[in-house]
């Protein structure tokens, strides 16, 4: 229950006893840049005030009273641009996991249980984020399905109505901008009306824009998004920064943004005296392992520091700078009388060190002590059952076809490892089926669709995942997270994409006619209900074998460069139940074989 404002105004007039007091604290200001001694009162859910205990103010009276004595005080983390299912694990787990690092608030765009479940989907996992001490904010998606319906089958499609309808969720912050920029380009009337929704409710409209320069920039700009998180190196965040969007960095190695990014970034502040404040921190998509082991925003802002970023600068970035970027920032985002109390209290400035963590005045961390929920959240059995195929697969439903009797084909393939192209390569040809050839890196690849039984299933070849033997099914495939499968083979492709469906979702890695390991994650076939540390094993796992055991060359997160490389929603090519399709610059669907016996053209 918020405070009454009044009752603020007594107890920072030393008129009425405060619920909180935190004395001889250092304050990392993030407001005015400095660390200073201070005294924080709480009322509530609010701060009353903020004393200089040189001044001598005497603090009022308080039912409990922490010594901050050795601590720095920070602003509680918030992340603007999260996927929680992502994780693949429940809220409740996600929550244990991140509080006691540090982060008290996140934005979160539900679209990938959307995708599976639709609305009541969505509604879902707002109940159970109800449940948990960390404030969990609803970014609005921007869209679901991703792209229109020919090119791709979701299981679920959210109107301008059920859009509009998001927003009176009390949780509700800005529009999600995980689309097409095309369709902002390309004016597509559904998603400039949702836009023109958001600017009149007065939220943040957010958006992605990867390469987008010059007029192409300033036309996006124009139709209304605000920010972008996908910007791939430090001259596209300063067009970006000149162009007035806001940067929501998140740290992808191996994908756009890393360490020696960072490192650049701060050479370009100190350099121009660059003005960080349209700069945020954000994690996007973090697998459990990744979450439980390097951490949430606390790694980035590690990362930051070490890469010569002013540490006060790096704090900005996951708190006052989100919290304006949200327009949030009347309540949140810096420690100051009126502000919601969301407090850290950090050992280690630099290591980002979490001795305790308050949320709306509240200590939820304490001490290596997390107090929120003590048992697990049970989602319902209509959550579950979401893998439904239109019957067994075998070798022939997931192979490429050759036209004619010739010994090769040249078929186009999409190409992995940094930005997503197509090229057209030879592959032999045995009993009309083009065969994948992993000794040149190439596997085969299909998308089953996994939602209505269609019986759709998009056949092609992939390079740069690199499978020597086996395959790897998986239900997670953004956006629509249809079961995509990579092989050396057709034979273990279908075993594993089989086994997927018995177990409900997850991964499967299938090797000589045998199942060597998998990860279910029977919730939409997204998320389990194990304890993190479980899952952060298992998925663990899944990469020795797949490094060890399948060949595969070892890439930084390669489940996360997986996961993204089929999605059609970033430029210029993805990969759907359709099959192989292009979407940068204009939409269509492209042939996988493109002539039996031709000369390959790279």
Request: hydrophobic share 40%; net charge negative; glycine share 10%.
């Amino acid at each position: 229950m918020d405070v009454r404002r009044r009752d603020l105004i007594d107890v920072a007039l030393g008129h009425e006893r405060a619920d909180l007091a935190i004395r001889g604290v250092t304050l990392m200001n993030v407001a005015s840049r400095e660390f200073h001694p201070a005294d924080i009162v709480v009322k509530g859910n609010r701060i009353a005030a903020v004393l200089d205990p040189a001044v001598g103010a005497e603090l009022p009276p308080a039912r409990e009273t922490i010594d901050g004595t050795g601590y720095t005080a920070a602003p509680g983390l918030i992340d603007p641009h999260v996927h929680i299912e992502s994780s693949m694990v429940t809220v409740t787990e996600y929550a244990r996991t991140i509080v006691p690092r540090g982060t008290t608030m996140i934005a979160a765009d539900p679209h990938e249980i959307g995708n599976v479940l639709g609305l009541a989907g969505m509604e879902l996992l707002f109940t159970e984020a109800r449940g948990v001490p960390l404030k969990i904010r609803l970014r609005v998606p921007g869209r679901i399905p991703a792209v229109p319906a020919w090119m791709e089958t979701s299981n679920a499609t959210l109107s301008l109505e059920d859009t509009r309808g998001m927003f009176d969720w009390p949780e509700a912050v800005c529009l999600a901008g995980d689309i097409n920029p095309e369709l902002v380009l390309g004016k597509d009337p559904e998603q400039l009306d949702k836009i023109e929704m958001a600017i009149g409710l007065g939220v943040t409209v957010s958006g992605q824009s990867p390469r987008l320069s010059g007029r192409n920039l300033a036309a996006f700009l124009s139709a209304g998004p605000e920010d972008s998180h996908v910007a791939g190196s430090v001259d596209e965040v300063i067009e970006n920064t000149r162009a007035g969007m806001r940067s929501v960095l998140a740290l992808r190695p191996g994908r756009r943004l890393d360490a020696s990014h960072f490192a650049a970034l701060a050479r370009v502040i100190g350099e121009r005296n660059l003005d960080t404040r349209l700069f945020q921190f954000c994690t996007d998509d973090i697998h459990a392992n990744d979450l439980l082991h390097e951490g949430h925003l606390d790694h980035r802002i590690r990362t930051a520091i070490a890469a010569g970023i002013d540490p006060i600068t790096a704090y900005q970035f996951a708190t006052l700078n989100v919290a304006e970027g949200l327009r949030i920032d009347r309540d949140h985002g810096s420690i100051a009388p009126g502000k919601h109390a969301d407090i850290l209290l950090l050992e280690d400035v630099a290591a980002v060190r979490v001795a305790m963590t308050i949320i709306d005045g509240r200590v939820v961390y304490r001490d290596g002590s997390y107090r929120g929920p003590k048992t697990p959240y049970r989602y319902p059995d209509w959550a579950r059952g979401t893998v439904r195929l239109a019957k067994e697969l075998g070798t022939a439903d997931l192979a490429v076809r050759a036209p004619g009797n010739e010994p090769a084909a040249t078929v186009r393939t999409i190409v992995t490892g940094g930005r997503k192209l197509v090229k057209e390569v030879e592959l032999p040809v045995e009993g009309g089926l083009v065969l994948p050839d992993p000794a040149r890196g190439i596997n085969a690849l299909a998308m089953v669709e996994r939602h209505r039984k269609s019986g759709n299933i998009g056949r092609g070849f992939v390079e740069g995942v690199g499978l020597q033997s086996g395959a790897l099914a998986s239900s997670v495939n953004h956006d629509a997270h249809n079961i995509a499968v990579f092989g050396a083979n057709y034979e273990d492709m279908a075993l594993a994409v089989n086994r997927l469906a018995e177990i409900q979702g997850g991964y499967v890695v299938a090797k000589d006619g045998e199942i060597v390991a998998e990860l279910p994650l029977p919730i939409a076939g997204l998320m389990s209900e194990k304890p993190i540390e479980q899952v952060a094993d298992e998925m663990e796992h899944l990469e020795k074998v797949l490094f060890e055991e399948l060949g595969c060359p070892s890439r930084e997160k390669i489940f996360t460069q997986l996961n993204f490389l089929c999605l059609p929603n970033i430029p210029d090519y993805g990969f759907t139940d359709k099959g192989l399709v292009e979407t940068g610059g204009k939409l269509a669907l492209l042939e996988t074989v493109v002539a039996p016996g031709t000369a390959a053209r790279q």
